[in-house]
C-alpha cells in the first residue's frame, strides 16, 4: 500500500467534515436522466499525479512520494501499482499517460520499446484486475533535446521519423490496452521566426504525420478516437493548433475531421484569449468535441499553471456547454493538473482530487437547475425571435437573396433593438450555483 493512511473515498453529502469524502460527487445519483458518473467520466493524467517532482524554474522537487525503488525500472513498476491503488480508492475509472511516463527511455529507442512492453504488461494486468480503463495515451515528442525544434513539425527529417516511431508504438498500445482516444498535442508543433521557419511545409508534412498515424490504425485494426489538443503558446511562441477554431479549420483544409476530434483544455483556453466554454461551443458546433483536459488556470500568471479545477461558476459555464452538446461520447474529464509545489504531501494527491471532482459535481448539479429552469433558454428564445417568421424566417431558410433583402430594408424607419440587460443575464447564473 503506498496511500495507507486514506481508505476508500466514498459520497457522504454535503454535511460531512471528512476532507477525504466526497461532499457532492455522487456516481449513481441520477441527474438529468443519466448517472452521475457517466456524466463524469473522469481520468487521472499520469505525469502530474505520479511522475511530477513537484520542481519549478526557481526550486527542486518536493514532493514526498514513496515509490522510488532501486531503479528506474523499479520505481516505474512501484508507481502502477501505487497509480491503480489511488484511482481504486478515489473510484475513478479512466487514466492517460505520455509514453514517458510510464517506462524509463533507457538507452536508445529500442531499450524504450522493450520497457513500453513491459510496462504495458504490467499495467495491463491492474487494468483486468481493477476494471479501470485507459481514455487515451499519447506520445511525449517534446521533453527530450531531440524535439527542441519540434517533432513532426521540426527541420530535421530523422526527429520527424523519431517521433512517427513513437506514435507507432503509441498506437500499438491504444490497441493492446483498448485506449479509446489517442492524442496529439503538438507540444513544440510551432515557431519563434518566420526569419527561419518555412511554414507551409511543416504545417504539410504535420497533415502528412496524422495520415499515416490514420492509416497505421486502421492497419491494426484498431481505431481510437483521434484528438487534437490545442494550446496556443508556451513552450513555443506560435503554436500551430492556437485554439479550436485554428485546428479545426487546419483538419478541414487537409481533410481530416472525420478522423479527428479536439481534446480542449480549460487552461490552454484561457492562454488563448478565450473561455474554456466559448473553446467547447466552437468544437461542439463543428461536430468535434471530444474530450476535455480539466484544470484552470491562473489570470494573473501568462503561463499554464494546470491547476486543480476549484471555481465552481467557470466550471458550470463548461459543464453546460458538455451537456447542450449531448455529452462527450467516447471521452472523458482528464485532470490536467498539478498539486501546487506546497502540496507535496501524498494525501494532496487525493485532496486535489477530490477538489477537482466535487467542483465537477456542483457544476453538473447548478446546470441540472439551469436546465429545468430554461431560464437561459428562454432568454435565447426571445432574443432571436426575429428569425422565427417573415424576413428571419426567410433567412434562415436560405430562401431569399440580397435583392429582396435591400428592398425590405428600404421599407424599414428605425430599427428596434432590445436591451440585453447583460448585468442581470450574468448574475442570474448565481442563483443556480450548487
Ligand atoms: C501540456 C499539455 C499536455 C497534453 C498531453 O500543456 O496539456 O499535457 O495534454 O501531451
Ligand atoms: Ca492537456
Ligand atoms: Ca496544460
Redesign the pocket.
Known amino acids: 500500500m503506498y496511500f495507507d493512511k486514506i481508505d476508500k473515498v466514498k459520497f457522504e453529502g454535503v454535511d460531512s467534515t471528512n476532507p477525504y469524502a466526497y461532499r457532492y460527487y455522487d456516481k449513481e445519483k441520477l441527474v438529468l436522466g443519466k448517472r452521475m458518473g457517466d456524466h463524469l467520466p473522469f481520468a487521472i ?1 499520469y ?1 502530474h499525479t505520479m511522475t511530477n517532482g513537484g520542481d519549478d524554474p526557481f526550486g527542486d522537487s518536493v514532493n514526498k512520494r514513496n515509490w522510488y525503488g532501486d531503479n528506474e525500472l523499479d520505481t516505474a513498476k512501484k508507481r502502477v501499482d501505487a497509480f491503480f491503488e489511488l484511482l481504486v480508492k478515489l473510484d475513478v475509472e479512466y487514466f492517460c499517460f ?1 509514453d514517458v511516463d510510464i517506462a524509463p527511455q533507457g538507452n536508445n529507442l529500442q531499450e524504450f520499446m522493450s520497457n513500453l512492453d513491459v510496462m504495458t504488461d504490467i499495467i495491463k494486468e491492474k487494468m483486468d484486475e481493477t476494471g479501470i480503463k485507459l481514455l487515451w495515451n ?1 506520445a ?1 515528442v517534446f521533453t527530450h533535446p531531440r524535439f527542441v525544434n519540434g517533432a513532426a513539425t521540426s527541420p530535421n527529417a530523422d526527429v520527424y521519423a523519431y517521433s512517427a516511431a513513437q506514435v507507432k508504438k503509441g498506437l500499438d498500445i491504444s490497441k493492446k490496452l483498448n485506449g479509446k482516444n489517442y ?1 496529439f ?1 503538438g ?1 513544440r508543433e510551432g515557431y519563434e521566426t518566420l526569419l527561419n521557419t518555412d511554414m507551409d511545409l511543416e504545417e504539410k508534412n504535420l497533415a502528412s504525420f496524422y495520415k499515416m498515424a490514420i492509416d497505421y490504425a486502421k492497419s491494426i485494426d484498431h481505431l481510437p478516437q483521434f484528438l487534437l ?1 490545442p ?1 496556443p503558446k508556451e513552450p513555443t511562441k506560435h503554436q500551430y493548433d492556437f485554439d479550436a477554431a485554428t485546428t479545426l479549420s487546419f483538419l478541414q483544409k487537409y481533410d481530416l475531421m472525420e478522423y479527428f476530434k479536439l ?1 480542449l ?1 480549460a487552461n ?1 483556453a484561457t492562454l488563448a484569449g478565450h473561455t474554456f466554454e466559448h473553446e467547447i461551443r466552437v468544437a461542439a458546433i463543428n461536430n468535434s468535441l471530444g474530450s476535455i ?1 480539466a484544470n484552470q488556470g491562473d489570470l494573473l500568471l501568462g503561463w ?1 499553471v ?1 491547476e486543480f479545477p476549484t471555481n465552481v461558476a467557470d466550471t458550470t459555464l463548461a459543464v453546460y456547454e458538455i451537456i447542450r452538446a449531448g455529452g462527450l461520447g467516447v471521452g472523458g474529464i482528464n485532470f ?1 493538473a498539478k498539486v501546487r509545489r506546497s502540496s507535496f504531501e501524498m494525501e494532496d494527491l487525493v485532496l486535489a482530487h477530490i477538489a477537482g471532482m466535487d467542483t465537477y459535481a456542483r457544476a453538473l448539479l447548478s446546470v441540472e437547475k439551469i436546465i429545468e429552469d430554461k431560464f437561459f433558454e428562454k432568454i435565447l428564445e426571445k432574443r432571436y425571435h426575429s428569425y422565427n417568421n417573415g424576413i428571419g424566417k426567410k433567412i434562415i431558410d436560405g430562401e431569399t437573396n440580397i435583392l429582396e433583402l435591400y428592398e425590405y430594408a428600404l421599407e424599414l424607419n428605425e430599427i428596434e433593438n432590445d436591451s440585453s440587460h447583460i448585468e442581470y443575464v450574468k448574475s442570474k447564473l448565481n442563483d443556480y450555483l450548487v
Open positions: 493524467a505525469w505520455h499519447t511525449n492524442v498535442w507540444g489538443e494550446k481534446n483544455e490552454h483536459d499554464d494546470d490536467d
